[in-house]
């Protein structure tokens, strides 16, 4: 028999605290369907949204950076 209780009251603020001190949230809009053909494309490369996302705009920043070097 499994002796899991959940989600801790403990557990819950020491997430919160890592999240305060160390992300943060972007949000974005985007013309309904959009999300749902992002979010597509993110599980096809195996990917979360938020994960892809942030690829994408890794790879775009890297490119800039290396045009201006």
Do not use: F, W
């Not at 801790?8 to 985007?30: C, D, F, G, M, S």
């Not at 309904?32 to 994960?51: I, T, V």
């Amino acid at each position: 028999m499994s002796t899991y209780r959940g989600y801790t009251p403990a557990q819950n603020k020491a997430t919160q605290k890592y999240q305060k001190e160390n992300l943060e949230q972007i949000a974005i809009r985007v013309p309904k369907g959009a999300r749902a053909r992002y979010k597509a494309l993110a599980e096809r490369r195996g990917e979360s949204l938020a994960g892809l996302i942030c690829r994408l705009l890794d790879a775009e920043d890297a490119a800039d950076a290396a045009d201006k070097g």
